[in-house]
């Protein structure tokens, strides 16, 4: 019954490893996202997909890699993992477009580059 | 661009009410929200407003909102050590398409 999951939910890798975090909704959702929670708790966003279409790309490093198969998945691929890329992960997903009553987030993906 | 803050920390005693602010720069906002995050897990959406509406209730939650000032207010009533968690504010606008800015986040703690 969770409406947005993610998995996993927590990581544990090596520098210069490829790893992927996966999300799926299942609120019927067209648009998902993916936000980044750094040590000190701030959240930014990273990138934001409309009905599998890429519609927001924020100042990231192209090591990370948004895949939409469909609209109710989007997963995130990270290459060459680097120590700072150590944060929480969560995927998000709306009815519309910032729409104000539909906005749910996943339950976070805890990753740490050792 | 958009911004939106709050301050870190806020501390008070069990019973009393809580009040967290938020201010933000984004003047054509349409939707401004609260969340709620406990320790180690995920963003709960505790409330949200759209910006004609200047007040909203809902059980012990009052979100108050100055669009002239650009100032957003949650109020916990009678605060319970179960509310200890951070508050995060958000908003969105046509402007910023579906991204939803987030402030720093507040940390409530509740004392005895």
């Known amino acids: 019954d969770t409406a947005v999951s993610q998995t996993p939910k927590y990581l544990v890798t090596q520098m210069g490893n490829d790893k992927s975090i996966k999300c799926e909704q299942n609120?019927?959702?067209?648009?998902m996202y993916w936000y980044k929670q750094d040590s000190k708790k701030f959240l930014k966003i990273m990138f934001s997909?409309?009905?599998?279409?890429?519609?927001i790309n924020e100042t990231v490093p192209n090591r990370f890699s948004p895949k939409s198969p469909d609209k109710a998945h989007l997963n995130l691929h990270i290459n060459s993992l680097e120590l700072g890329d150590s944060a929480v992960y969560f995927c998000?997903?709306?009815?519309?477009?910032?729409?104000?009553?539909?906005?749910?987030f996943g339950e976070g993906s805890w990753l740490t580059v050792v | 661009g958009e911004d939106v803050e709050q301050s870190l920390f806020l501390s008070v005693r069990e019973g009393d009410s809580s009040v967290i602010n938020c201010t933000y720069t984004?003047?054509?906002?349409?939707?401004l929200y609260w969340y709620k995050q406990e320790p180690g897990a995920g963003l709960q959406l505790l409330t949200y407003?759209?910006?004609?509406?200047d007040m909203k209730q809902d059980q012990r939650l009052t979100v108050l909102l100055n669009k002239k000032d650009k100032h957003l207010s949650l109020r916990i009533a009678d605060t319970q050590t179960g509310d200890s968690a951070i508050y995060f504010c958000?908003?969105?606008?046509?402007?910023?398409?579906?991204?939803?800015?987030f402030g720093s986040g507040t940390r409530l703690s509740i004392r005895p």
């Open positions: 997909y409309n009905n599998k279409e890429l519609i």
């Open positions: 958000a908003e969105t606008s046509y402007s910023s398409a579906s991204k939803i800015i």
């Open positions: 609120l019927g959702h067209d648009t």
């Open positions: 984004d003047s054509s906002s349409t939707y």
């Open positions: 998000a997903s709306s009815q519309n477009r910032g729409s104000g009553n539909t906005i749910y």
């Open positions: 407003i759209f910006s004609n509406m």
